[in-house]
């Protein structure tokens, strides 16, 4: 099993708020991503990062924010939280390697719902 | 346009019985081709990956086929689990960037019977 863990779980808050989820990976990983999934409907990238200090948008716009200070720790941060932020977010990790064939390894999500 | 494509959308089997599930993409250029299984409120975790140049790879009930001329993949589940239901996702990875761009399709709901 990979070692890689989202805090909190499941997060019930009010709009205006800021929330930070935490992602943390104990494998040595130098690549993090964040994910945005909703249900039956495909994954998108958010974040990601090649390394410490080292942070890229992905794919999906995003209103949130990320940070990479230590090599095992990528959190996410939203300043004001809106309903439409209302979704699972999945944080990922990959070791880095020449020919990309490594596969991205998943903590179990957060599951945010704003009020 | 990059797409990844999967089919069915969901799929309801007898345990004991075996299935297929199908992918298709139009991702260009080509790395490799990825299945995940994603328990109900869990990450996704990796079956199997493959490069163009294989066609075949097996984990234990699992075997996913690629076919990179037709751009077409397949995972085959032999004798179903009730552990099997789940949601299958095919990711393609292409070589466009450094960091190896994934396509995600919008994944196979199975769920087995007992």
């Known amino acids: 099993e990979a070692d890689i863990y989202q805090i909190p779980r499941y997060l019930v808050i009010g709009t205006g708020k800021k929330i930070t989820l935490e992602c943390s990976q104990t494998m040595g990983h130098d690549k993090m991503y964040w994910y945005q999934q909703d249900p039956g409907m495909e994954l998108h990238l958010i974040h990601y990062?090649?390394?410490?200090?080292?942070?890229e948008k992905g794919d999906l716009s995003s209103e949130s924010t990320v940070s990479r200070i230590r090599t095992e720790h990528f959190p996410l941060t939203l300043e004001s939280a809106r309903p439409s932020h209302t979704s699972q977010y999945l944080c990922?990790?990959?070791?880095?390697?020449?020919?990309?064939?490594?596969?991205?390894?998943f903590g179990d999500g957060t599951r945010l719902s704003i009020l | 346009k990059n797409q990844v494509e999967q089919s069915p959308q969901s799929l309801i089997i007898l345990e004991g019985k075996n299935c297929t599930l199908q992918c298709n993409y139009t991702v260009s250029p080509f790395s490799n081709l990825r299945w995940y299984k994603q328990d109900t409120g869990r990450g996704p975790v990796s079956l199997t990956i493959?490069?163009?140049?294989?066609n075949t790879k097996s984990n234990g009930r699992y075997t996913a086929t690629l076919d990179a001329d037709t751009k077409q993949s397949s995972l085959h589940i032999t004798a179903s689990q009730l552990s099997d239901s789940a949601s299958y996702i095919c990711?393609?990875?292409?070589?466009?960037?450094?960091?190896?761009?994934?396509?995600f399709g919008r994944g196979t709901q199975l769920t087995v019977w007992p």
């Open positions: 990922a990790s990959s070791p880095s390697e020449t020919d990309g064939n490594q596969p991205q390894h």
């Open positions: 990062s090649y390394g410490v200090n080292s942070t």
């Open positions: 990711v393609v990875s292409d070589r466009g960037s450094t960091l190896g761009r994934l396509y």
């Open positions: 493959m490069t163009f140049s294989e």
